[in-house]
C-alpha cells in the first residue's frame, strides 16, 4: 500500500514498477485523518490506511490518497475534497463525516443532507464503490450530563438517519458503526474520547472489510487487530484533559455551548412537562424533509447522476 495526502505528486506506481490496480480515496475529518492512531516519528495511521492494505488481490497494490481533514464539515467535504477525490478516479471512496456539524451552534440537517448526497451521487456515478459510516453518539462519548448529551444525540441521529438513507439511495456500502458492541468499550477510544484508539481504528477497518467481502466485492485477508503501540490508559487521558482537552473545551465554548445551554434548558422544560417526543418528532420530521430537497446541480453528480440518485438498496452490515 502507498499512502499519499492531499496535494501530494506522484504515487501512480506500485512498489513493483507496475500501476495500481487499485486506488482508495479517502474523505472525512479527523476520524478518517486517523487522529487516535499516532506512528512512530509523528503524524497518524487510522483506519483508512489499515483498510487499504487488506484491499486488492495482492499487498501493497492499493494506493491510499486521505484527503480528510480534521474539523471538517460535510459542507467542506463536498465543497473541497470531492473535486480532488473525482479528479483522481477512484475505486474505492469512503464518506465519514457529520460529527463535527453536530458540534457547532449553526447546525443544520439541511446542509449535511445537501452535501452528503451530492459526494455520494457524484462519486458513484464515476463508478467508486463509496463507503460510509453510521456514527455513534458524541454527547456519550464525552459523558455529558443528560440535558446537554440528549440535544447532541439528536443532532447525530438525524444524521445517521441522512447517512443511511443516501447510501442506499446510491446503492453505497454502509457501516452501522454506531450500533456495533465494541463502541461501548473504553479501550477503543483514545484519551479524547472522540477518536477511536489503534485498537479502534483497527475494528473500524474490519467492520468495513467484513461489509466489503458481504457486499461479494473482492478484498484480502482483513486487517489484524495486534497493536502495534500501546494502548490508552487513565493518565494519558488527565494529561490530555489538562493540556489539550482545555483547549477544546474552550474552542467549544465559544460556538456550541451559548447555543447548547438554550437547548438544555428547552429540554428541561420539555421533560418537565413530559413532552420531549415532541423534540425527537421535530428532528425525525426535519431529517426526511432534508432528504427530500434535492442535493444540488446535476452536473455535480455527473452524467449519471439522476440515475444514481434513484437508485435503491445498500450493502450493510449490522453491528
Known sequence: ???????????????????????????????????GDPVPGGGWRGWAALLAGALGERPGGVELVNLARSGALAAELAERQLP??????????????????TLRA???????????????????????????????DPGRMLGLPAPLARPLARRMRAVNTVVHAV?????????????????????????????????????????????????SLPVGPPPALTLDGPPPTRAGSARWMATRGTRWVADRCTDLLPGLLGLALQECR?????SARLLDAAADRAAQVALAAPAGPDADAGPAGKAAATAGGAATMAG
Do not use: K, Y
Open 270 to 274: 420539555h421533560q418537565l412537562a413530559g
Open 167 to 215: 447510501s442506499a439511495r446510491h446503492q453505497g456500502v454502509h457501516l452501522h458503526l454506531a450500533e456495533h458492541p465494541w463502541v461501548a468499550e473504553r479501550a477503543c477510544w483514545s484519551v479524547d474520547r472522540l477518536h477511536p484508539s489503534e485498537r479502534g481504528h483497527r475494528l473500524l477497518a474490519r467492520g468495513f472489510h467484513g461489509a466489503l467481502a458481504a457486499a
Open 106 to 136: 449553526a447546525f443544520s440537517i439541511e446542509r449535511v443532507a445537501a452535501a452528503l448526497d451530492r459526494a455520494h451521487g457524484a462519486l458513484s456515478a464515476d463508478g467508486a464503490v463509496v463507503l460510509t459510516a453510521c456514527l455513534p
Open 1 to 35: 500500500m502507498t499512502v499519499r495526502a492531499e496535494g501530494e505528486a506522484g504515487g501512480e506506481r506500485a512498489p513493483d514498477g507496475g500501476r495500481f490496480p487499485v486506488r482508495f480515496v479517502a474523505l472525512g475529518d479527523s476520524l478518517t485523518e486517523g487522529l
Open 84 to 101: 480532488l477525490a473525482r479528479a483522481l478516479a477512484p475505486r474505492f471512496a469512503s464518506l465519514v463525516v457529520g460529527a463535527n456539524d
